[in-house]
């Protein structure tokens, strides 16, 4: 199939642009025309425009030739479906089974939030899995034809990039990390620490979530700018700000920065669509770059420039 390419007018001197466009595109041998009431498209192999000018009016006398030759669906998507229409195309087929997935989950996300309150004692992957096995119980289906959807390689890849967290946190390296940049903002004037603090937590928060999970990892800088803020005597709000922007912007930075990269990479391959390590790492990279810049004007704007959230 050809790649999509933009359309581009036929070089001056050809017939000009009266009642034909072209279509840029891979060469085809000889050449295609598809006909319609008022517009002739010929894919042929062609060369560009003469002028920038030329180019964009051409490409005007198109838009309003082509919006006249292929028909309109904007009544199909005028947003007047009704709920029968909706019913018909999405049938329910097992409504028992709707039921019971609606009650149990309602139970697990009721649970994730008094876990904390009531000291149920279990962990959020705990109350995931015991709703997991209460709707399988109540499912009553084999289970093998369900296994096969199960993305098994992505489960695997987040189970040992966990056990490494672990590991990495258990020999003190994030600790570390939080350490040194403690000791690099108490090197700095006291008028300006909190500056220093920003900048530096954002960017160290940026690169290092780009490497390691940020999950993890903000999970265990918390207690560090706790420390740096009593020790240093820094406002704790716009160290938590900075905290979780910097380690959601590097998560942006690398295929393993964040899980939902991770999850989008697997369904991807498994759709035929493999998204390497290399190739998002060349545009994830400039955009975290790109962020993270913009954060930096706006946490000195916003904390060091007006005083929000200071004190």
Not at 13 to 33: A, L
Not at 135 to 150: F, G, I, N, S, Y
Not at 258 to 276: D, E, I, K, R
């Amino acid at each position: 199939p050809a790649t999509p390419a933009p359309f581009l007018p036929r070089p001056a001197g050809d017939g000009g642009f009266e009642d034909k466009c072209v279509v840029r595109t891979q060469p085809f041998p000889g050449g295609i025309t598809y006909s319609t009431q008022n517009i002739e498209m010929r894919v042929t192999k062609t060369g560009y425009g003469h002028s920038q000018d030329a180019i964009i009016v051409h490409l005007a006398h198109f838009q309003d030739r082509l919006e006249s030759a292929l028909p309109s669906h904007a009544e199909k998507y005028d947003g007047k479906l009704d709920f029968a229409t909706l019913e018909a195309q999405y049938k329910i087929k097992d409504k028992v089974l709707l039921i019971n997935c609606g009650i149990v989950l309602a139970v697990v996300v009721l649970l994730f939030f008094l876990s904390s309150v009531l000291k149920l004692h279990l962990t959020l992957s705990w109350i995931a899995i015991l709703g997991f096995m209460t709707l399988v119980l109540l499912a009553d289906t084999e289970m093998e034809p369900l296994l096969v959807h199960v993305e098994w390689g992505t489960l695997l890849f987040f189970a040992a990039l966990f056990v490494l967290m672990h590991g990495l946190e258990k020999l003190g390296l994030i600790e570390w990390i939080g350490s040194v940049v403690v000791r690099i903002v108490a090197l700095a004037p006291v008028e300006h620490r909190l500056t220093v603090g920003l900048l530096l937590l954002l960017w160290v928060s940026g690169f290092a979530s780009a490497f390691v999970d940020n999950i993890p990892y903000t999970a265990a800088m918390c207690p560090v700018i706790l420390h740096m803020a009593k020790d240093l005597d820094l406002p704790v709000r716009p160290l938590v700000w900075t905290l979780a922007l910097g380690a959601c912007m590097g998560g942006n930075g690398t295929l393993i920065g964040a899980s939902a990269n991770v999850v989008t990479a697997g369904l991807a391959q498994h759709y035929g669509y493999p998204v390497s390590f290399n190739a998002f790492f060349k545009t994830g990279f400039p955009v975290m770059i790109g962020s993270m810049v913009t954060l930096t004007g706006y946490l000195l704007l916003v904390h060091s420039v007006l005083g929000w959230d200071v004190r």
